[in-house]
């Protein structure tokens, strides 16, 4: 089963870079997971649309795999976490190539997604 709509983890342009926030959200999650073998994670990262697509798929490959090593970091095992990176595939809005957005809209597709799986 897998349950969805966790509060993602937002980025500034540009960066892996977990911010305060972020670690924050993943510590009170680490909680849940910690010592709990029925339950896993799925990070799924994702980018705006600025930049080339392999650029902005790197990126999120590393934005996931940052998350990833934060949660190893405070305890939860690695057979717990699946990290993955989406590039700009999945916009949550219209914010395309050749579409003209504000900073805070392309800022909405700049995020991870926590995916809880109960096996």
């Known amino acids: 089963m897998r349950l969805n709509n966790l509060q993602n983890i937002f980025y500034e342009n540009n960066s892996s870079q977990l911010s ?7 510590g009170r999650f680490s909680r849940l997971v910690f010592n709990n073998d029925k339950i896993s994670v799925e990070l799924i990262s994702h980018t705006d649309s600025r930049g080339e697509k392999s650029y902005n798929f790197n990126l999120s ?22 990290a993955s990176g989406k590039g700009e595939t999945e916009l949550l809005n219209n914010c395309t190539d050749d579409v003209k957005c504000t900073d805070e809209e392309h800022a909405t597709n700049r995020r991870t997604e926590i995916k809880i799986v109960i096996n």
């Open 20 to 26: 305060e926030i972020a670690k924050f959200q993943l």
């Open 61 to 82: 490959q590393k934005r996931s795999k940052q998350a990833q090593e934060y949660l190893f970091s405070l305890g939860v095992l690695g057979s717990q976490v699946a």
